[in-house]
């Protein structure tokens, strides 16, 4: 069954990333957060949960915790007190450095044969996500 086998290799790959992210204290979530914020600097709050795809009940006591080691920092925007950005700190920007190895042993990890089988794997899988996306859209929309 194709869920098993997604359910499996999703469970394996974020234990991979727990055991290389344990020497930081880092949990997998709060590693994707610090790589969308070297990625694509500050974020607000709710740009951060659609792209890492949470919600705000799980987003903000992750981000409390990133708060409270230092990581980041939650600033509320002076025209529109609403908006709150992540903004990280020098120690999230110098751990960028001393993470750069994860990327590179997960993908030895995958035995994937070459750059280009990756690129098609990535490729195939955000195919996937759009198709399961469009189903879940189509199954909330009453038919006529």
């Keep these: 069954m194709v869920c098993f086998s997604l359910y499996s290799a999703t469970r394996a ?4 990333y727990t055991e290389l992210l344990e020497p930081w ?4 979530t709060q590693y994707l957060v610090l790589v969308v914020l070297w990625a694509e ?10 792209l890492l795809q949470l919600d705000s009940g799980t987003l903000s006591p992750l981000l409390k915790r990133m708060q409270s080691k230092g990581l980041l ?17 020098e120690k ?14 997960i993908a030895q990890a995958t035995g994937l044969p ?3 089988a990756a ?14 996306r469009e189903i879940n859209s189509n199954e909330r929309q009453p038919t006529p």
Excluded: K
């Design 92 to 105: 999230a920007i110098e751990l960028r450095d001393e993470l750069d190895h994860i990327p590179l042993a």
């Design 114 to 116: 070459d750059v280009s």
């Design 41 to 50: 600097g500050p974020q607000p709050v709710h740009e951060m949960g659609s």
């Design 119 to 132: 690129r098609e794997l990535i490729e195939t899988l955000h195919s996937l996500t759009l198709a399961m």
């Design 13 to 16: 790959t974020t234990r991979a």
């Design 73 to 89: 920092e939650r600033r509320r925007d002076s025209d529109d007190n609403r908006v709150v950005t992540i903004v990280p700190t």
């Design 25 to 28: 204290g880092l949990t997998y």
